[in-house]
């Protein structure tokens, strides 16, 4: 039985990394309308920030910080230097444009840092233990983390004017410009939110794991089932669609292996998806 609710545990931590990274790519596509394949490698470019700083000053909320303003920062750019010139064009070619986005990126990283694994260096405690459950006190600081980070994120969409304006472009661009709300400013803003939710995610997974330049790559694929699961565009659909994923993933290890259980996720969205082909949470549409 403890081994069961361990699972549970590692699968809820797995699912909210999943749900931020899926989070940054269904904000993406509710606002900019296309799927950004860069995701992964932003995720990677804030770990190896935040796991530098933290290298550097001893202190990985430093290095988390660091990590996430990286984030942001990397969003901008590259939305002035790409995506900006690309506004207009096929959700194809901006997909495209990001698979390009995600090689540099990747090429980049691995330049500097090289290839080899990488950790975080971490204090050694004790896991706590509840009715023989062993809790790590590091898994309930990421949970904390992602929690403050969502309810950043929530409140940026929904209590400032940047976020009314980024869910009037979301709903309906032409209307939203006639209303005179400037589409470079929502632009910038998505791009640097969804930076930093990338980065955070990257940091966290690099936390639970270690840190390589194709880190990113391998959580790209669960983070676009968990968006499209959730209802692509709907911001709420990512999480939770990420943590049962997570933990689907987690709760199957035992049974199929650590190689084969990413394939179980993809049995999931497959089985809703053919129920509901708009994912769990509703119309395909921009997020609300």
Same mark, same amino acid.
């Given at each position: 039985?403890?081994?069961?609710?361990?699972?549970?545990?590692?699968?809820?931590?797995?699912?909210?990394?999943? @749900?931020?990274?899926?989070?940054?790519?269904?904000?993406?596509?509710?606002?900019?309308?296309? &799927?950004?394949?860069?995701? @992964?490698?932003?995720?990677?470019?804030?770990?190896?920030?935040?796991?530098?700083?933290? @290298?550097?000053?001893?202190?990985?909320?430093?290095?988390?910080?660091?990590?996430?303003?990286?984030? =942001?920062?990397?969003?901008?750019?590259?939305?002035?230097?790409?995506?900006?010139?690309?506004?207009?064009?096929?959700?194809?070619?901006?997909?495209?444009?990001?698979?390009?986005? &995600?090689?540099?990126?990747?090429?980049?990283? @691995? %330049?500097?840092?090289?290839?080899?694994?990488?950790?975080?260096?971490?204090?050694?405690?004790?896991?706590?233990?509840?009715?023989?459950?062993r809790?790590?006190?590091?898994?309930?600081?990421?949970?904390?983390?992602?929690?403050?980070t969502?309810?950043?994120?929530?409140?940026?969409?929904?209590?400032?004017?940047?976020?009314?304006?980024?869910?009037?472009? &979301?709903?309906?661009?032409?209307?939203?410009?006639?209303?005179?709300?400037?589409?470079?400013?929502?632009?910038?803003?998505?791009?640097?939110? =969804?930076?930093?939710?990338?980065?955070?995610?990257?940091?966290m997974?690099?936390?639970?794991?270690?840190?390589?330049?194709?880190?990113?790559?391998?959580?790209?694929?669960?983070?676009?089932? =968990?968006?499209?699961?959730?209802?692509?565009?709907?911001?709420v659909? &990512?999480?939770? =669609?990420?943590? %049962?994923?997570g933990?689907?993933?987690?709760?199957?290890?035992?049974?199929?292996?650590?190689?084969?259980?990413?394939?179980?996720?993809?049995?999931?969205?497959?089985?809703?998806? %053919?129920?509901?082909?708009?994912?769990?949470?509703?119309?395909?549409?921009?997020?609300?």
């Amino acid at each position: 039985m403890s081994a069961f609710a361990e699972l549970i545990i590692g699968g809820l931590m797995s699912g909210l990394v999943v @749900g931020l990274a899926a989070l940054a790519i269904t904000l993406v596509f509710g606002i900019a309308r296309f &799927a950004n394949a860069g995701t @992964g490698d932003m995720m990677t470019a804030g770990a190896y920030v935040a796991l530098s700083v933290s @290298g550097a000053t001893g202190s990985i909320i430093v290095g988390g910080l660091v990590g996430a303003l990286a984030g =942001a920062a990397i969003g901008v750019v590259i939305y002035a230097l790409i995506f900006r010139k690309l506004a207009g064009r096929s959700s194809v070619a901006n997909l495209l444009a990001s698979i390009g986005v &995600a090689f540099v990126i990747r090429a980049i990283v @691995g %330049l500097i840092f090289e290839h080899q694994q990488q950790v975080f260096q971490l204090p050694l405690v004790r896991p706590w233990r509840i009715f023989d459950i062993r809790l790590r006190p590091t898994d309930l600081n990421l949970a904390i983390v992602a929690a403050l980070t969502l309810t950043t994120v929530f409140l940026i969409l929904y209590a400032t004017p940047i976020g009314r304006r980024m869910r009037a472009v &979301a709903d309906d661009p032409s209307l939203a410009r006639i209303s005179g709300i400037s589409p470079t400013r929502v632009m910038i803003a998505l791009w640097a939110l =969804a930076g930093s939710v990338s980065a955070v995610a990257g940091t966290m997974y690099g936390i639970k794991t270690v840190v390589t330049p194709e880190m990113g790559w391998d959580m790209l694929l669960p983070a676009f089932a =968990a968006a499209i699961l959730g209802g692509i565009g709907h911001p709420v659909g &990512a999480i939770c =669609a990420g943590i %049962l994923l997570g933990t689907v993933q987690e709760m199957t290890t035992p049974f199929v292996g650590f190689t084969y259980k990413l394939a179980i996720s993809f049995v999931v969205l497959l089985m809703v998806l %053919l129920l509901r082909p708009s994912g769990l949470f509703g119309r395909m549409e921009g997020a609300r």
